[in-house]
């Protein structure tokens, strides 16, 4: 917010509870294994596109990793969601 407009209206429970959320969603992002997740997409890329790798073996290593991550945060979210 603005130093101006908040000393004028305040910072109200809408923007403090935004501000939170986007803390929080920000907050998850930058867990270990989402950055391990891009990580190996992005170095797997490289590899792909400099013909270390081919575009089979590319697709078959992305998918695992994409799913891996999904199928966890998948568990985390249906573990939350039971107890």
Do not use: H, R
Request: hydrophobic letters at 45%; one cysteine or more; aromatic letters at 12%.
């Amino acid at each position: 917010m603005w130093p101006a407009i908040t000393k004028i209206y305040g910072s109200g429970p809408l923007e403090q509870k935004e501000d939170f959320i986007m803390k929080e969603k920000l907050a998850k992002l930058v867990n270990v294994k989402s950055i391990i997740t891009l990580i190996l997409c992005g170095v797997f890329a490289y590899l792909s596109i400099i013909g270390q790798i081919l575009p089979d073996q590319f697709l078959t290593i992305f998918t695992i990793v994409i799913s891996f991550y999904f199928g966890t945060q998948s568990v985390k979210k249906e573990g939350n969601n039971n107890g």
